[in-house]
Structure formats: C-alpha cells, structure tokens
C-alpha cells in the first residue's frame, strides 16, 4: 500500500514538472513570435525584460528613492479570439498610479524598468513571467504568461 502511494506521489510530481514544461515552451514562443513582428528589437536585459523606447522624455533620469507618477497599462501576451491582448490593468488616461522608486513591493518589471526611464518617456515592455507573476495564477494573469506593458513616465519628485 505504502509503494503505490508513493509511486502515485512521484507519478503527480512527474506530471507537474512536465506541465510546468509546457507553460514554459508556450510563454518563450509567444515573446518569440511578438518579438519577430516587431521592428528595431532591444536586446533583453539581463533579467530578460524587453524595454522599447516609444518617446524620448526631456527630464531627469530617475533614481532609487524618487517619487514617481505614471500611467500604464498591462496586457498578456496572449491573443484572444478577436485578436487583441487582453488587458488586465489599465490606469489610462485619468487615474495615473504612483509609486516611490526602490521602495514598493511590486513586480520587478516595474522598478526595472522605471529605473531605465527619464520623465516624459513612453516605453513599451515585453515582460517574462519570471519577471511578472510567475508560475502562479494572480488574480486574471495565468502562470507562465508573459506580459505586453506600455508605461508613461509623467512626473519625477
């Protein structure tokens, strides 16, 4: 009784791992196939953040303790049957959200990639989940699921 129990065990595990695979395999071709219809790709950073510069700011660089304001919008990687990204946040165009640089417990796309922002800069991000919310289910982000941001750096303090 004890053996099958524990083969029973091992047989889950197995098939865990193998599904972990496969969300795996389908997140690195969906940032694949968006990145091949892009023009002008960045390389990745090296935690593997896509970071494109839509608009060019004219203010300061930010740095870790600076009071920033700005609007985004988060959608998944992931077409859905009309062909769009389905968004799940979005803070365009009147509720800009807030943040203090270095400070908050948000994904660590964020701070990433504010840190590589000057004030007025539009950006656009293609985010890996490792990046994101990873191989859990958060609120309507799957595991494993990639996500396409546009942010807007509006004020530095």
Do not use: W
């Amino acid at each position: 009784m004890l053996n099958r129990l524990i083969n029973l065990l091992l047989m889950m595990a197995l098939l865990g791992a193998c599904k972990n695979e496969v969300l795996q395999t389908a997140e690195d071709n969906a940032i694949s196939s968006y990145l091949a219809k892009q023009v002008d790709v960045p390389p990745a950073t090296n935690s593997g953040l896509y970071f494109f510069r839509a608009k060019m700011g004219n203010g300061k660089l930010t740095k870790v303790g600076d009071q920033l304001r700005f609007q985004i919008n988060i959608r998944l990687l992931t077409v859905t049957l009309d062909g769009e990204f389905k968004s799940v946040l979005s803070t365009y165009p009147n509720n800009p959200d807030s943040c203090v640089l270095g400070t908050d417990n948000r994904p660590a796309f964020l701070a990433e990639a504010l840190s590589l922002m000057h004030q007025g800069d539009s950006v656009k991000l293609v985010v890996p989940s490792s990046l994101a919310y990873g191989i859990h289910q958060t609120g309507s982000v799957p595991p494993y699921t990639p996500l396409l941001v546009t942010m807007e750096l509006l004020e530095i303090k």
